[in-house]
């Protein structure tokens, strides 16, 4: 069983920047990739970013390219969203989520969100 706890929300001004923490917990910690989602007011959950735990190799959303950058410290257990030159469309609740099951690609842990507000 995997605990996802996202951290670091808040509000910004347009322009600025914010880092995302999520912190996995459990007696075993074990997940293929790791990502970042986020859903806006009157929109669906969008995709923004992923990670291969093993690797680092890492996946954007073409919205987010250039402005976001995914990480992670595998000796934490946690992942980061370093988000720059924030965009008032950037509000959006975020979301950890992390695959630990093989023969899928559906998430099956997610954190319970951290709210990002982008003012202009």
């Known amino acids: 069983q995997v605990q996802l706890v996202e951290s670091g929300g808040g509000l910004v001004q347009a322009g600025g920047s914010l880092r995302l923490s999520c912190a996995a917990s459990?007696?075993?910690?074990?997940?293929?990739?790791m990502g970042w989602f986020r859903q806006a007011p009157g929109k669906e959950r969008e995709f923004v970013s992923t990670i291969n735990w093993s690797s680092g190799n890492a996946y954007y959303a073409d919205s987010v390219k250039g402005r976001l950058t995914i990480s992670r410290d595998k000796a934490k257990n946690t992942v980061y969203l370093q988000m720059n030159s924030l965009k008032p469309e950037d509000t959006a609740v975020y979301y950890c989520?992390?695959?630990?099951?093989?023969?899928?690609?559906?998430?099956?842990?997610w954190g319970q969100g951290t709210q990002v507000t982008v003012s202009s």
């Open positions: 989520a992390a695959r630990t099951k093989s023969g899928t690609l559906q998430y099956d842990y």
């Open positions: 459990g007696r075993t910690f074990s997940a293929y990739t």
